[in-house]
């Protein structure tokens, strides 16, 4: 059972692609704690310093939309994201949040529910997420099980391994 | 109750005996194509399996095309860290080496490794593009590339599917491009996450399988998995010079099940453009026309094939571009770049005063040959113009069919190719 995230909210709006994350420039890096320096360095060149302060990023439609690129998941990682929520996600990007552990959550939202800095807690178990903050609670549909599963062995590759070795 | 075309290739790749939108299953995968993503996160992936075979050395299909040749040392580098491991695991489809072949989604295909029937992940958002031959193809990130290259199997969600029903044929001027660009514009980029396109009519027959490619290719601009065409003549036609593996023509049954149906006259498209910086921002050409521009390239996975060498021929004989203009040609593939040199195309484009390029993605990621500079504005036949896509991120790309970039370097402006053709 995953325990319950707590972190503070980030806010970015709708169709944040891929290329936003990781810019193509990037890409050849072999260095992935130097590519998340560059992390939405074109929206917000300040995100990759401040990332502790914005650890769950709250989106609009369309989060990750473009490349298949899994760098523009695992900058996240590098930089301690715990989870993100959006009003919807690109396909290739939802699974490879999950395949790295990190947790995608559908959920339609306005600036009074979600705002920047406020201090969210994530039951996946519950589908709620408790905005302590403003004093809401906001529910949502819970993963399936297969993958919460993998998002609790942190990762398919995780699961992957010990299936292989089994 | 009856299959969609999706449904039905899923089927088959699974064991069941029958499924349903929005259920999660496991496939088999018939292939896996995979470029320098190999030599980026997949092998450093892969690697934390600890296990030293792949499922099938002969089902992964692996070349080099982003940054070919290598234009910096990261570039080389990553070159290295991908034949090093297609070495180690043995691949048997191995074009690490061969350079010159062109780009992953014309390659393949022109190889005969899309066949009817077929399942086929990549590790490229564009694997969608081989849909045009009546497969189902879609994009994975490093990870499921690793668990491909483990077990062979991948979870799908069934997707829902929408029919598109095409009638008619496009008037002079007109491309495919046009036709998928304002399907984008309708439907907006989320319009289709998850959903699997299937179009059908005696308009999508009209079109030539390099059009269809230009529309299964950018299907996923509007977060489609599967963008996926009918068989019929002209596939086969195709095929028969490609392959001879056998295949099985799948079509959908008629009381299939579809979650939206949308109708095209094409005959009623006109030229259109994705104005910066995003690939739904549709513009018709008269509210564009004359913006000036920096540069304009012709190529990538979406248009650099003959039908489009050959519209842009058409408008460029006998003149020169703009000279505050640059031009950038690549063709997708050696294949057709040798097509177009023995058709005279070539001189064309030289004697107009374009740059022709190595078959590579090049400009198109902003990795080399023509990477835009500060507030530079370039009219581009690729699939996305996001920010920074080209090149700096105060430049800005519009998208548009081989037809309008020709026109518009001509001009040293945004431009109606009707007006010149
Ligand atoms: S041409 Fe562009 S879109 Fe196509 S595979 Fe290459 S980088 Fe991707």
Not at chain 2, 246 to 274: F, G, H, Q, R, W
Request: net charge negative; with cysteine.
């Amino acid at each position: 059972m995953i325990e319950k995230i707590d972190g503070f909210a980030y806010i970015l709006g709708d169709d944040i692609n891929t290329d936003d994350i990781v810019p193509s420039h990037t890409l050849t890096m072999r260095d992935v704690d130097e590519m998340a320096k560059c992390t939405l360095e074109f929206i917000d060149p300040t995100f990759a310093k401040n990332s502790a302060q914005g650890n769950i990023i709250i989106a609009g439609d369309n989060f990750g939309t473009g490349s298949s690129r899994e760098e523009a998941v695992y900058v996240f990682k590098v930089l301690g994201i715990k989870a993100i929520i959006a009003k919807s996600f690109a396909r290739i990007y939802f699974r490879n949040l999950i395949n790295l552990g990190i947790p995608g959550i559908i959920v339609s939202w306005n600036e009074s529910i979600f705002s920047k800095g406020d201090n969210l807690e994530i039951s996946l178990n519950e589908g709620v997420i408790t905005n302590k903050t403003k004093g809401v609670k906001i529910e949502f549909e819970k993963l399936p099980n297969f993958l919460t599963k993998i998002l609790e062995e942190g990762g398919i590759l995780n699961q992957l391994k010990k299936t292989l070795k089994g | 109750m009856g299959y969609t075309i999706a449904e039905k290739i899923l089927i088959n790749h699974s064991n069941l005996k029958s499924i349903s939108p929005g259920q999660f299953i496991d496939c088999n995968i018939d292939l896996i194509m995979v470029h320098e993503q190999l030599g980026g996160r997949i092998h450093k992936e892969y690697e934390k399996l600890e296990i030293d075979y792949v499922w099938d050395p002969n089902k992964i299909f692996f070349i080099l095309d982003h940054w070919v040749p290598a234009p910096t040392i990261s570039a080389a580098q990553m070159h290295q860290d991908c034949r090093k491991f297609a070495e180690k695991y043995k691949f048997i489809h191995n074009f690490g080496y061969q350079l010159d072949k062109g780009i992953c989604h014309q390659v393949l295909p022109e190889m005969g490794f899309s066949r009817p029937g077929m399942l086929i992940v990549g590790s490229d958002s564009h694997t969608t593009t081989y849909g045009a031959f009546n497969c189902l193809a879609t994009g994975i990130g490093a990870t499921d590339v690793s668990v491909v290259f483990a077990t062979g199997k991948l979870w799908f969600r069934v997707p829902e599917s929408f029919q598109i029903i095409m009638s008619g044929k496009f008037n002079k001027g007109v491309m495919s491009k046009d036709f998928i660009l304002t399907l984008i514009g309708n439907i907006s980029t989320k319009g289709a996450i998850y959903k699997s396109l299937e179009f059908h009519g005696q308009g999508a027959k009209n079109l030539s399988i390099d059009g269809r490619m230009t529309i299964s290719n950018m299907v996923v601009e509007a977060g489609a998995k599967f963008g996926i065409f009918q068989p019929d003549n002209k596939l086969e036609t195709w095929l028969v010079n490609r392959t001879k593996e056998p295949y099985k023509l799948v079509t959908p049954d008629n009381d299939a099940n579809y979650e939206n149906t949308l109708e095209y006259n094409l005959s009623e498209i006109t030229p259109v453009v994705a104005k910066p910086s995003n690939p739904g921002n549709i513009a018709g050409i008269e509210e564009v026309e004359g913006i000036e521009i920096d540069q304009a390239f012709l190529g990538s996975c979406t248009n650099g094939r003959m039908e489009d060498l050959r519209i842009a021929a058409k408008i460029l004989k006998g003149n020169n571009i703009d000279p505050n203009t640059r031009l950038i040609i690549i063709p997708a593939s050696k294949e057709i770049y040798m097509e177009a040199l023995r058709e005279g195309l070539m001189e064309i484009f030289l004697s107009a005063g374009a740059v022709v390029g190595n078959c590579t993605c090049g400009p198109c990621i902003g990795g080399h040959l023509g990477v835009l500079g500060s507030e530079e504005v370039c009219i581009s036949s690729t699939n996305r113009n996001f920010k920074g896509r080209m090149g700096d991120p105060t430049s800005e790309v519009y998208l548009a069919s081989p037809a309008v970039v020709a026109a518009s370097a001509l001009k040293g402006r945004i431009a109606d190719p009707r007006e010149v053709l």
